[in-house]
């Protein structure tokens, strides 16, 4: 009975450690797959403003799509759009934030609110 009982508080102890150890891990390493996914589309999007002077709308969703955008694709992050020319990648995982999101004007990765809606 004791030794059942040490092995379960162990057991216990283990799957807090490990997940406070997930939780502390750089999002380059947690969220690698959906970096990757979100970098692509904003090289796409700077390539559109190059060569269009401008940002593709929010609704213009033929354009967004060839971006890597879709439309209510949980998996696929969402796009938004400032009238300064600045724009945000969001992961929108629907638990209410914070997101994994790029900004335009800090031009890295983060785990914050969107600052742009």
């Given amino acids: 009975m004791k030794k059942t009982l040490i092995i379960s508080i162990s057991i216990i102890v283990l799957i807090i450690i490990s997940f406070t ?15 990757k996914s979100g970098n692509e589309i904003i090289e796409n ?8 002077y401008k940002l593709p709308e929010v609704n213009d969703w033929q ?17 938004n759009k400032d009238e300064n020319g ?21 031009k890295k990765w983060t785990i914050d609110q969107p600052k742009i809606r």
């Fill in 86 to 106: 600045n724009y945000e990648v969001v992961y929108d995982d629907g638990l209410g934030g914070p997101y994994l999101l790029w900004n335009s004007t800090e």
């Fill in 21 to 35: 150890v997930y939780r502390n891990l750089p999002i380059e390493i947690t969220r690698k797959s959906d970096i």
């Fill in 45 to 52: 999007i700077e390539n559109y403003r190059q060569k269009s």
């Fill in 63 to 79: 354009t967004l799509e060839q971006l890597g955008l879709q439309k209510d694709d949980p998996e696929k992050p969402v796009y």
